[in-house]
């Protein structure tokens, strides 16, 4: 299995970086792991509409042009649908069976992901009605990713 995160933004905190590389030495027995970054658009505290759609497309261009054309793509947006860890788990194996062994994720910026990007992907996940930072949102991708193949796999891990 071959899993890419496409995320909008450098990690600057230094727990999350440690977060990340932890469960990125988790995953290795479970799949290849590939993290993509892209630069952040600048956009003023409170944007207006053309400010924010503008910050959108640019960094919409740049994901897009690091998106896989192969594969299953799946936006991180909060109007995507929900599930359970086993209920996504259960996606995933499905996809496996199906023959697709390409997963991408994509991760947008502060501003969320412009529409073209998530028109491109195949699926629309969210993981919460919350406002959660984009950064923290990495390392909580890269937990439950590490959890959907413990649960695929029947292994135990805490709840």
């Known amino acids: 299995m071959n899993i890419t995160i496409i995320a909008?933004?450098?990690?600057?905190e230094s727990y999350l970086r440690e977060g990340i590389k932890e469960y990125e030495k988790r995953l290795k027995p479970y799949c290849t792991l590939r993290i993509i970054e892209v630069d952040e658009e600048r956009a003023p505290d409170n944007p207006s509409p053309a400010q924010k759609e503008r910050v959108l497309k640019r960094e919409g261009e740049l994901i897009l042009a690091k998106i896989p054309r192969q594969g299953f793509k799946i936006a991180l947006c909060i109007e995507g649908e929900r599930f359970s860890s086993e209920g996504m788990a259960e996606k995933v194996k499905d996809l496996v069976l199906?023959?697709?062994s390409d997963i991408t994720f994509v991760i947008g910026g502060s501003l969320g992901l412009s529409d073209e990007v998530k028109k491109t992907c195949d699926m629309r996940l969210s993981f919460s009605d919350f406002t959660?930072?984009?950064?923290?949102?990495?390392?909580?991708?890269?937990?439950?990713?590490?959890?959907w193949?413990?649960?695929i796999r029947g292994e135990t891990y805490h709840k």
Not at 8 to 12: Q, R
Not at 132 to 147: C, D, G, T, V
């Open 8 to 12: 909008v933004g450098k990690i600057k």
């Open 132 to 147: 959660l930072p984009h950064q923290l949102m990495r390392l909580l991708l890269l937990e439950q990713i590490y959890r």
């Open 149 to 151: 193949f413990k649960i």
């Open 98 to 100: 199906y023959g697709i």
